[in-house]
Each structure stands twice: as structure tokens, then as C-alpha cells.
């Protein structure tokens, strides 16, 4: 069952005493802040919103869409992280999710076993479960090692682009574990480490070995560098969610490709995806510095989209050398 700090929600209201207030989460969260939503608003007589779009991370965050709406507050709630806020209005809600571990770390004992050392890592939802986790790992004879949170990782966490503890340890535990019903977030660990990696999902009792998967990420990853190698023109695309301006970045990327005789368009949006570039018929490839997954999982696009740490490895290939270990990094933005 997932679990709200509703409690910390009523105190800032309390100290802070907004008129408006709006409430964010991600998908699985989102049917979860209607009953938050209704007891504000019976509680203390507050307009609150319900933010309704989608979204995917603390770089999504609803600053701006609370403004627009004369939101004192906005409540992200769900992408637990080591800050409590985040820009002039937005207020981080830790959730939690208290499914057991237990039976699923049980039988993942003779798969883990074999690598003698292990990396323990999770998302936010089962963070405080990483030390139990940990604890029962090693009283079965396995060197367990969590590494530190930087930045707004806490300890053992894993972002969907942002590694840092799994990442500084890789080279001290021969596979990792991830604790939660997540290949997106597995596939980002064993990208970034190179390491064999499990995800341990404790609702279907699976232990999913994501080797294949990354094998086929990293496959086209690569195809599609080598893709945009050949394209004349491109649109090199700034994110315009809060934590996605990544405007130095995108200017960089378009100076580096022009010394090297490329003809480079300036885009930003909010959405990135396949109906919206098909409309720039005269653009043979992009590459956006929004969010690094939308190029490595994206299956929708026609023509090569690459993220910030492909357009690295582009920029490496255009200069007639090998495009390297290009994911093996803490941070892929």
C-alpha cells in the first residue's frame, strides 16, 4: 500500500496559510490526490488543483503551472529526494510503499549469490527498505555495499538519468539489485555501470535479469548516432519543463556542430515526441538535452533523436574516432 506524509501537506498550509494550493504526482500516484484535495479543501477552505498532466520527475516539477493558476503552493508529491523544495512554490511530499521484500529477496538468494559482492539500490518508494534489505542479504553470506546520495539522490536511490551512488561503487561490487517493479530504472543502472543488474519486483515475486533489454537499448543507441552522422541539418531541442532548461547546454551542442560544418535549428518544447518533430520536414536529426531517456527508450521517432550523452559520442564519430563508453556516466545530462 502507498503511503502519503498528508501530515507534513496540512502543517505547511497551516504555517503558510495559502488561498490557492495545487497538488501534483506522478501516474500512479495521480488517483491518490483527489481524497488529499477534498480534505484541504474541507479542512481549511482552500481552492486546490489537482494537476492532472503527466509527470516525470523532480525536473518536472509544477512551478510554472502554479503560477498560471494563482497557486501559492504546489504539492509534488511522490519523487521522494534529498531537497524538501524545489523553485518558488513547489513543496516535496515523500511517498511510500510498505509491499514486503522478504519473499522476493528469498528467492533471489541463489541468482546473487553467485556475484559474492553486490550494489543495493532503489526508487524512491522503497527507499526506507534498503536497509532491512540489506541486513538479510548479508546474514546470507553476501557483501552488500549502498552508495551515497548526491546532489538529489539520497543514499542508494536511482533517477531515470542521475546514478551517482550506483555509479561510484561500481567498480567495488561485481552486479547490482534493484529493489522495486522498475526495468526503466534497472536498465538506467546497468547502462550506467556496466554491470550485470536485477530488478526485484516483489509484486509478481519475479527477479528480472535485464541484461537482454539493455543489450537492445544500447544496440540502438549506437544505430542511431551513427544515423545522425550522415544528416546535414539539425534541430538541436531545449526542454521547456522547469528542470529541463538545459539552454548552455543546447548552445554548446549547436557551436560544436557548426565548427564541424553542420547546419543547426534552434527548437524548444515542452513535449518531445514524434508528431511534433515530424512537423520540421528539413531537419534530418535532433538531438534534445531535455531528458536523455526520450532518445534511449523512445521507439516513435522517424529520424535519429539523440541525447546529450549521444550527441557526445556524435561529436567523437564526426571526428573519425570511436563514439567510447558514452552511458557509463553518473549523470547522463
Known sequence: MIHVDEKRIYEEIERRRPKIVALNAPDGLLSRLEPIASEIRDRYGIETFVLADPSYGSC?????????????IAFHVGHNIAFDRLGERTVLIDAWDDVSFQEILSLALPIVRKFGSIGLCSLSPHLHQLESARKFLEQNGIEVIIGKGKGQLKDG??????????????????????????RFHAIGVALSTAKPTFMLDPYLNEVVDVTELVQERLKRTILAIYRARDAETFGVITGLKEGQKMV????????????????????????????????????????????????????????????????????QVLDGKEPGDFLQKSHWL
Open 248 to 315: 548552455g547546454r543546447t548552445l554548446d551542442i549547436k557551436r560544436k556542430l557548426e565548427e564541424r560544418g553542420k547546419k543547426v535549428r534552434l527548437l524548444a518544447m515542452r513535449e518531445i515526441n514524434g508528431d511534433r518533430l515530424a512537423l520540421f520536414s528539413d531537419v534530418e536529426a535532433f538531438i534534445q538535452t531535455a531528458c536523455p531517456r526520450i532518445s534511449i527508450d523512445g521507439y516513435t521517432f522517424q529520424k535519429p533523436v539523440l541525447s546529450v550523452p549521444q550527441a557526445e559520442a556524435l561529436i
Open 60 to 72: 518536472d516539477t509544477p512551478n510554472i503551472e502554479a503560477a498560471a493558476l494563482g497557486a501559492e
Open 157 to 182: 536511490q536511482v533517477f531515470g538519468c542521475e546514478f551517482y551512488p550506483v555509479f561510484e561503487t561500481r567498480d567495488s561490487v561485481n552486479a547490482f539489485v534493484l529493489l522495486g517493479q522498475s
